[in-house]
Structure formats: structure tokens, C-alpha cells
């Protein structure tokens, strides 16, 4: 069995979206969650650490006006505070550690305890006034679970007064250059260093040599390429399915003799085809029949993902997280603006392609039969059917002005797709029992 292997559970994914909504409202009693009209919107940034393991999510929060809401702001603060509590962080960062920017009076006035300690790291400012009474809520938050990061962290003659306190300092790479005397300060404690703004392998490497230990950036899904090499033999046995997918009809002929050489995804399909969902009474054993079962679009991407997997191994599994959610969110959108939500969803689970083998796109373009809109969209044309994927691409990273221009480019406004987003979120983080 394929697994995403991300630290917060051994989960499966399977990525037919009737199916999977189906099961994920019938394993929660929950209902789902809905973007409130005054809040603007949201996105998360995973932090990893020096294995590629996602260890927490930071929450960034945008208002109406294109702008990082000021946590600095008692109204902002609040407002961020009773949003995750609407949403549940569990639902949010999959049970992993929320990073939660808040201010003075959020600290002061204990306002931060309506959301579980356990889950959530408090960021706090460098650039605070550290009262007493500041430093006294400091000490009574950790001492009831909550972990404590210092942000916005920018030079100075002598320790910051919380640093005995944090767990983490966080630190903008591209904001600042002195990190030496840092370094030395923290030598010999347990306070871990986080580096923000990781845009490139390069920034990820002189992150590793000053001594960071987590990483928060879109480095992962942006490697370094090998523009002269091709597609390793191991994997060009995955991709020759992958083109056989993308024909229309499925030619089962050559496609199931392919698929009988690849014993995990022979089993998802197995097994998906006989659990209750397809209310099938005998057993099935033929791939051909399964897949007839199934229909064309279910199997196409059951197996779409369980090659994504393959492809994935040795990079970081947030790589497929990230795919999954990018497919979902483009399939989702697709039906607001009357685009072809199958397309989307390939463009979405696609995108991330050349991170996973670090190959360029324009290689992998030319491996697969794609059609001409997914092809140029894939290769960042400015489209209408690329502009789902750009939105989401500037949504993950917090580039709020294009993000508002896309969505008013195509008679969106930034909420419904912001909400579109968080269910996709969710959707990626329900794990169906029947798939365990």
C-alpha cells in the first residue's frame, strides 16, 4: 500500500472526489466548515525540517484589503483566534502544530486558550515591549502546554529577553543578514532555528549551514533542475502508464497488462472496488473488470495518485500533499468557472511533477500526450484554463495582491475561492476507514 508518510498519521489517499466526500461525511460528524463573510481569507505554509518532514503548518491570515491582517491589531487578533476555533486546527494542519502570529493583549489577557496547547505554537514579535506582565503570560501559557516561537527576529547588541522561553526562533532570510550573533546566543540550548522565506535549493543549503533545523518556504516544490537528463529507467515504466491514462478512451488492452506489473496499485483498486462504496456483492479479482467497474475517470485517478507516490519517493511528502490539495482546489473551482473540472484536476495533481523527478516541465510536457490546453497551461501560459492554478500557487505563499487580481479575472471574488481552498484542506486530510 502506497502511504503519503507524513508525520501526522499513516495515511492513504485516494483521490476520486465523489467517493472520497462520501466517505469522509460518513466518518465525521461534523459539518463542514464554512469561511465566515467578515474574515477575508486564509492560507497555510509548511514547515519542515531537515528530513523533508512536514513538523507544522504556519496560518496566515489576509484581510479584504489584499493585506496580512496586524496581529499587532486587538480586532485582528480576535478575529484570527475565533476563526480557528470555527475551523478546529485539527482540521486545518491535520493534527500537526499550528504557528499562530499573536500580539500583546492576546498574550496578556490569555485570549490564546480557547485553542488547544497541545496543537498550537504562539508567535510572538520580536519587537514586543516585553513588560512584566508580558513576560509573566509568556511563562504562564508555556507552563500550560502552549509552545512559544519568537518571530520577526531582526538584529540586536544582546539576547532578546523571551529567548529563554521560545522553543523556536524564526528568521526571514531575505530580511535578515547578521544571523551570527543569533547563532552564538542560541549555542548550547534547545531552541531550534526556523528560516522563512527558503525560495530556492541555495537559500535551503546556507540555511542548513548556519545551523537551521526547520525550513518554511516554497524550496520544496521548487528543486533544482537537471535540464540534460531524462527520465530514469526505474520510472519510465510509471510514466508509460501515466500516458496510457491520458488516452481517451482507455485502451484496456495495453493499459492492464502495465498496471498487473504494479502490485501496490493492483491492490488500491482492488481493494477500492470491493469495499461497500461500489456496493459490488462478489468479490473482484480481474483488473479489467475492476477498472470497468470503477469507469474511466475513478480509476484515472486512483491511479494517477498511486503513480504520483512512486514518482514522489525520496522528496519530501508534502510534495503530494500539496498536489492533492492543488487538485482538488482546481477540480472544485472548475465548476464555479465553467471549466472542465477532470482537466483541472490533472492540471492541478500535475503541477508539481517536475518537483517530485526534478525534471523540467518542459520535458515532461513532451513525455506525455497531453492535450494543448493542459500542455500550455502546465507550461505557465497565462490562460483561463492556468488561472485556478496560478491563484492557489500565489494563495500558498501569501501573494495576496495577485491572488485578488486572478480572482477578479475570472468573476471570483477572493472568499469563494478562499473557501474552496479550505475545503480542499479538509478534503485531503479525511482518511476514509475503509482504505487503512
Not at 499562530?100 to 492576546?106: D, F, G, L, M, Q
Not at 490562460?383 to 485556478?388: A, F, P
Request: glycine content about 6%.
Amino acid at each position: 500500500m502506497l502511504k503519503s508518510g507524513l508525520q501526522s498519521a499513516d495515511r492513504e489517499y485516494m483521490p476520486d472526489s465523489v467517493t472520497l466526500s462520501a466517505t469522509a461525511a460518513a466518518s465525521s460528524h461534523r459539518a463542514p466548515i464554512k469561511w465566515p463573510t467578515e474574515m477575508g481569507s486564509m492560507a497555510r505554509q509548511p514547515i519542515l525540517d531537515l528530513r523533508g518532514r512536514v513538523t507544522g503548518y504556519g496560518l496566515i491570515f489576509q484581510n479584504e484589503q489584499s493585506a496580512v491582517l496586524d496581529a499587532n491589531r486587538v480586532e485582528a487578533a480576535s478575529t484570527i483566534l475565533d476563526n480557528m476555533v470555527l475551523f478546529g486546527l485539527d482540521r486545518l494542519t491535520g493534527g500537526l502544530p499550528a504557528f499562530v502570529r499573536c500580539n500583546a493583549e492576546a498574550l496578556i489577557e490569555q485570549l490564546v486558550a480557547v485553542v488547544p496547547a497541545f496543537a498550537t505554537v504562539l508567535e510572538i514579535p520580536a519587537g514586543l515591549d516585553v513588560t512584566p506582565k508580558l513576560l509573566g503570560a509568556c511563562r504562564k501559557l508555556r507552563n500550560a502546554g502552549f509552545r512559544l516561537a519568537l518571530v520577526d527576529f531582526a538584529w540586536s547588541p544582546a539576547p532578546h529577553p523571551l529567548l529563554d522561553l521560545v522553543e523556536f526562533v524564526k528568521v526571514d532570510l531575505r530580511r535578515v543578514h547578521r544571523r551570527e550573533r543569533l547563532r552564538q546566543w542560541l549555542e548550547g540550548t534547545s531552541v531550534a532555528m526556523v528560516a522563512e522565506g527558503v525560495h530556492s535549493q541555495e537559500d535551503y543549503v546556507q540555511a542548513q549551514s548556519e545551523g537551521f533545523r526547520h525550513f518554511q518556504g516554497p524550496y520544496f516544490c521548487k528543486p533544482e533542475m537537471i535540464k540534460d537528463r531524462k527520465i530514469p529507467a526505474n520510472q519510465v515504466f510509471h510514466v508509460e502508464i501515466l500516458r496510457q491514462l491520458f488516452r481517451d478512451p482507455l485502451d484496456l488492452r495495453t493499459l492492464c497488462p502495465l498496471v498487473m506489473r504494479d502490485a501496490a496499485l493492483v491492490y488500491r483498486v482492488l481493494r477500492l472496488v470491493n469495499s461497500p462504496i461500489c456496493a459490488i456483492r462478489e468479490p473482484v479479482s480481474s483488473i479489467e473488470s475492476a477498472i470497468m467497474i470503477l469507469g474511466d475517470v475513478t480509476f484515472r485517478r486512483i491511479a494517477t495518485l498511486a503513480i504520483q507516490c512512486a514518482l514522489n519517493e525520496g522528496r519530501p511528502p508534502e510534495i503530494l500533499h500539496t498536489a492533492l490539495v492543488r487538485a482538488r482546489f482546481c477540480s472544485q473551482g472548475a465548476r464555479v468557472c465553467k471549466l472542465d473540472p477532470d482537466e483541472q484536476y490533472l492540471i492541478g495533481m500535475l503541477s508539481l511533477l517536475p518537483a517530485m523527478l526534478r525534471l523540467p516541465m518542459e520535458t515532461l510536457a513532451q513525455e506525455l500526450p497531453l492535450s494543448p490546453k493542459i500542455r500550455l497551461a502546465l507550461l505557465g501560459s497565462s490562460s483561463h484554463e492556468r488561472s485556478l492554478l496560478t491563484w492557489i500557487e500565489s494563495h500558498e505563499w501569501g501573494n495576496a495582491s495577485e491572488s485578488h487580481a486572478i480572482a477578479s479575472s475570472i468573476g471570483m471574488n477572493q472568499q469563494e475561492l478562499t473557501q474552496i481552498y479550505v475545503d480542499a484542506l479538509v478534503w485531503d486530510g479525511a482518511a476514509p476507514d475503509h482504505l487503512h
